[in-house]
């Protein structure tokens, strides 16, 4: 099993897969050149061209707990001739009525019922 997580870590880093964090996003300042965000954080979940004719740079980091999705943060950058100009965050947490009630529930008690 120690050997498949390494191959996997391997992999990952051999692909140059990058994760955008909120380390990553703070770690970006104005002034970043296209390229040089693009080394830091990877390419963007979707780019956007703004009424200004700027261009706007989209990651998203989803935050699970098993199997479901307990927040996701869009980190947004914009771009003027090449370069950061903005940037902002979107932190969204998804309401709890979207949960599964099945999943939620605890299916390990024992209990059958009420007894007389």
């Known amino acids: 099993m120690k050997n498949i997580w390494i191959l996997l870590i ?3 880093t051999a692909c140059g897969h990058r994760v955008m964090t909120i380390s990553s996003y ?3 300042p104005i002034g970043t050149t296209e390229v040089q ?3 830091k954080v ?3 979940y979707a780019t ?5 004719g700027k261009v706007e740079y989209e990651y998203i980091e989803r935050i699970s707990m098993g ?3 307990v927040e996701e943060r869009h980190y947004f950058f914009v771009l003027d001739r090449g370069q950061v100009v903005n940037k902002y965050m979107k932190s969204i947490s998804p309401p709890p009525y979207l949960e599964n009630s099945y999943d939620v529930q605890t299916t ?3 209990d059958n019922g009420p007894t007389e």
């Open 108 to 110: 390990t008690s024992n």
């Open 26 to 28: 703070h770690e970006v």
């Open 37 to 39: 965000l693009k080394e």
């Open 67 to 69: 199997s479901n999705t």
């Open 10 to 12: 391997l992999v990952l």
């Open 48 to 52: 956007r061209t703004l009424k200004d």
């Open 42 to 44: 990877g390419s963007p």
